[in-house]
């Protein structure tokens, strides 16, 4: 079964961007090595940190898109961040479970628009609207 994670790190801002690259290559490929694919990267660039980390005010942040069919390949991507000098915080968040359950939720919701009358037919028919007055007698 193909799970997918996400995976954000946070780099320290006087990082060189040659040693970010270099950074990111290697982990996509230790990725790939251990069989996970690598589905997108988002470089998402510097932004100033809610608190302090390591005595840093900002950062920058990498977003990972990652597929797997185990959680080893997530654990050791994560062993491999935390001894990362570079590396100053990381997040990883598995996303597959949450995409089925909006996938389901938007399929209930499409079921129930299909199933009721549109809104202005409904409306219409409960005020009476486009329907002939009764004549009146004189």
């Known amino acids: 079964m193909q799970r997918t994670y996400e995976v954000m790190f946070i780099v320290r801002p006087d990082v060189a961007d040659e040693d970010l690259d270099r950074l990111i290559s290697t982990l996509e490929s230790q990725v790939g090595t251990a069989g996970g694919v690598v589905k997108s990267v988002d470089r998402m660039g510097k932004r100033r940190l809610a608190y302090l980390v390591r005595s840093f ?36 968040v598995r996303i597959d479970e949450q995409q089925k359950r909006l996938d389901k939720i938007r399929k209930h919701r499409e079921l129930h628009q299909r199933a009721r009358p549109s809104a202005p037919a409904a409306e219409a028919e409960a005020t009476g609207a486009g329907t002939e007055p009764a004549p009146v007698a004189t």
């Open 57 to 92: 005010q900002e950062g920058i942040y990498i977003l990972f898109t990652i597929e797997s069919d185990s959680g080893t390949i997530v654990r050791e991507l994560e062993r491999r961040l935390r001894v990362t000098e570079p590396v100053i915080k990381f997040l990883t």
